[in-house]
């Protein structure tokens, strides 16, 4: 079946502009993350999602990061004005809201270059 | 706070050679562990899980874990690699029960040499 997807695959941007990543889950998975990967930093989670509301925002880095998914299923992570550290692999993952199985499945990720 | 150390940044092995990544995780409570892998230019997949049961948890590709409670450790282990395990692996963990995100480990660098 398919997995997770997102898009882009690569993004590259200048210092100071908007972008938006998207993220299609596994369909019936009702649990939606982000996760960062940068280089000396490892992953790092950003914020997840229970359907369309967002328990656990705890992780995102400033307020120019913010994530919304609508009709439980695609969600999309906007970051504003962006900054060269803003630059990593962007990963989303999706699972099961269920207590024995909550494995996560990670998608191949966004890369994103600001210069 | 939970945490996750994995002892070795960068492993490299002979095919044949076994195989044993450490992974020792901070957190008080019942958990769930797991090893993820990520082959080059490849996204990140479940390599096994431990949720309860049988502390020895077997995954795919021959490697397997042992949860360890007392010394909070799910070391991965593969008695012999291969080349094509030239790989990074990141041992993870949530809470029991829980919905939330993963901690990972800053990932171990396994690299083959054929």
């Known amino acids: ?115 | 706070a939970q945490s996750v150390s994995q002892h070795n940044h960068h492993v490299i092995l002979s095919e044949a050679a076994s195989l044993e990544l450490g992974c020792n995780y901070s957190y008080g409570g019942t958990v769930n562990l797991f090893w993820y892998v990520q082959y080059p230019g490849q996204h990140l997949q479940l390599l096994l899980k431990y949720f309860s049961g049988d502390p020895l948890v077997k995954g795919i590709k021959g490697f397997e874990a042992e949860f360890i409670k007392s010394k909070f450790s799910f070391n991965l282990r593969k008695p012999s690699v291969q080349w094509s395990d030239t790989a990074e692996y990141f041992c993870a963990v949530n809470a029991w029960g829980s919905q939330g995100n993963l901690i990972f480990g800053k990932g171990t660098k396994l690299s083959v040499k054929p």
């Open chain 1, 1 to 115: 079946g398919a997995g997770v997807s997102q898009s882009p695959s690569n993004k590259v941007t200048e210092k100071g502009k908007d972008v938006e990543l998207r993220c299609d889950p596994i369909s019936g998975h009702t649990a939606l993350y982000w996760y960062r990967q940068s280089l000396g930093q490892g992953l790092e989670f950003l914020i997840y999602f229970q359907g369309n509301s967002a328990p656990d925002k705890s992780g995102l880095p400033s307020d120019r990061f913010s994530a919304e998914r609508t009709g439980g299923s695609v969600s999309t992570l906007t970051i504003q004005r962006t900054q060269q550290e803003d630059s990593a692999v962007y990963l989303c993952a999706s699972s099961l809201w269920d207590r024995d199985h909550n494995e996560q499945f990670f998608g191949p990720g966004t890369r994103l270059t600001v210069l």
